[in-house]
């Protein structure tokens, strides 16, 4: 029943953008900021570093953890740490930070298909990959979707791979009541301003082997040990000072900000379900859910619109939802010969996901007109 196609709806003011960064409260940052000036103190290990170091230990449940300049380079330095090389078994359906991080370490990302319930990396299609050269897993909690952890590092387990978890959107989320980033030999957080929860750019560590804190240490900071030692190849990967400050100021908030995408996502669910061949990803259980994202799926043979034309109609009203992840990685110029077609269910969902507007200070009324847009748009599609 087409009841929407004639509403008048006029195009937001502003763009709605996919995210919009979390912010401190102006006064609060240039308190903060006032003290780092008056230190003279901006990077390599000051102050604000060791006390958000320590928040987020407390937060994520870990007491080995590393900051990092941002997600990307977490990784990569990650992977030097564990001293992973050949091959590594991956998902394509993730953003480009993934695989190359292990190429920029001359690893080649073996591309693995993932799951339709969950876009993760299906557990079961790993073991078929595996060869001489493998050395690790690195999956990814896509849209804060937690991976099967139990599955894969069984698999890990037998065949003496290590694990990663690419856990860059996943900030906040819990499996059993157990921090995500408690799983597998690594995690990676990114804390990009795009991110639940953001020091502007920034990212985290954190590890099991309590061994790797100094290496870490000195492959982020040039590998120097003391004046007269330099130890290894290392990069500089630190966190700032502000960086550091704005990630204080915004953990205050982040429980709070969790809660009001919550209720986002609630009036996206409860407007939108009724659209014939558009979906949304379904929840795992007992997982405490960070609701980094809100993804949608449209199958156009269902619903007679394709995911580019919903796109772009949705630009016409001013809203820029995205299309992640969409080239698969297996489809970039530089991966090509990874044979996207190998990975069905990613290669279809690349072409189906689109991610909406979600962010603290989205108003429940712009929600509601998008998906007012969002309806109108499909029923045109349906009287096509
Ligand atoms: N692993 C995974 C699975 C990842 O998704 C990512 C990053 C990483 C690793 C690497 O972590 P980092 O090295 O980034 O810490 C964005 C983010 O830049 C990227 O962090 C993120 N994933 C990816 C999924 O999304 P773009 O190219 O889409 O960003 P951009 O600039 O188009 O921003 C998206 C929208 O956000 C804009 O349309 C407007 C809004 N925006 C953006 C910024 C930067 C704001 O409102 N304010 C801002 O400051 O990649």
New binding site residues.
């Given amino acids: 029943m087409a009841r929407y196609r004639d509403i008048n709806l006029k195009p937001f003011k502003n763009p709605v ?5 979390t912010l401190p409260k102006h006064e609060e940052f240039c308190k903060k900021s006032k003290e780092i000036f008056e230190s003279e103190w901006l990077t390599n290990f000051g102050k604000q570093h060791g006390i958000l170091k320590n928040k987020l230990k407390n937060y994520l449940e870990n007491r080995n953890l590393s900051l990092f300049c ?6 990569d330095v990650g992977i030097k740490a564990l001293d992973i090389s050949g091959e590594v078994i991956t998902t394509p359906f ?2 480009a ?2 695989p190359h ?1 292990l190429s920029l370490n001359n690893i080649k990302p073996v591309f693995c298909d993932i799951e339709e319930k969950t876009l993760n990396i299906d557990p079961d299609k790993i073991e078929s990959l595996i060869t001489k050269k493998t050395s690790a897993i690195l999956a ?1 909690h ?1 849209f804060g979707n937690p991976c099967d952890t139990k599955k894969i590092e069984k698999i890990a387990k037998k065949h003496g791979l290590k694990v990663i978890y ?1 856990a ?2 996943a900030f906040g989320v819990k499996i059993d009541n157990i921090p995500v980033g408690n799983f597998g030999d690594m995690s ?1 957080f ?6 639940i929860f953001n020091t ?4 985290c560590l954190v590890y099991k082997n309590s061994n790797l804190s100094e290496k870490l240490y000195l492959l982020k900071n040039f590998g120097i040990k003391n004046e007269d030692e330099i130890e290894l190849v290392g990069t500089n990967a630190k966190m700032n000072e502000i960086q550091a400050a704005i990630g204080i100021l915004n953990l205050k908030t982040l429980e709070k900000e969790i809660a009001k995408r919550r209720k986002l996502e609630e009036i996206y669910k409860k407007e939108l379900s009724k659209i014939n061949g558009l979906s949304f990803l379904g929840k795992v259980a007992n997982v405490k859910y960070n609701y980094s994202y809100f993804p949608i799926l449209i199958d156009k043979m269902i619903s007679g619109l394709s995911r580019d034309e919903l796109y772009s109609e949705l630009k016409k009203y001013n809203i ?1 939802a ?1 299309k ?2 969409y080239p698969l990685c297996n489809n970039f110029s530089c991966y090509k010969n990874s044979q996207a077609k190998k990975t069905p269910v990613a290669e279809k969902i690349s072409k189906q996901v689109l991610i909406m507007p979600l962010y603290g200070r989205l108003k429940s009324a712009d929600v509601k007109k998008i998906c007012l847009i969002v309806k109108s748009i499909t029923d045109n599609a349906e009287k096509k």
């Fill in positions: 953008f996919v995210s919009r960064p941002n997600g990307t380079i977490a990784l993730t953003f930070a993934t991080a990814v896509v690419d860059a959107h990676i990114s804390f990009h301003a795009t991110k502007a750019e920034g990212g820029f995205r992640y992840f």
